[in-house]
């Protein structure tokens, strides 16, 4: 038997409520938090292979959880 996730323990929704168009190359967050940021290298159907921008550590996310970062917060976060 599989162990719970953390979402599933305090019934997190990391689904976005609306579609966005994430392509490789976007900058992206996971879920309802603001960091850290994930450049995505690739999409394949509803998965995408994203890379953490700080440590350089690659992971399979799925695409619902993916929520695009505005170009102003990156700009932001860079000072």
Same mark, same amino acid.
């Given at each position: 038997? @599989? =162990? @719970?996730?953390?979402?599933?323990? !305090?019934?997190?929704?990391?689904? /976005? @409520?609306?579609?966005?168009?994430?392509?490789?190359?976007?900058?992206? /967050?996971?879920?309802?938090? !603001?960091? @850290?940021?994930?450049?995505?290298?690739?999409?394949?159907?509803?998965?995408?292979?994203? /890379?953490?921008?700080?440590?350089?550590?690659?992971?399979?996310?799925?695409?619902?959880?993916? /929520?695009?970062?505005?170009?102003?917060? =990156?700009? !932001?976060?860079?000072?």
């Amino acid at each position: 038997m @599989p =162990l @719970p996730s953390y979402s599933d323990v !305090f019934k997190l929704d990391h689904q /976005r @409520p609306h579609d966005e168009d994430i392509r490789a190359g976007d900058t992206v /967050r996971m879920g309802a938090n !603001f960091h @850290p940021h994930y450049a995505v290298i690739a999409v394949h159907g509803d998965k995408a292979w994203v /890379r953490n921008v700080q440590t350089g550590e690659d992971h399979l996310a799925e695409l619902t959880r993916c /929520r695009k970062v505005a170009h102003e917060a =990156l700009a !932001f976060a860079a000072e």
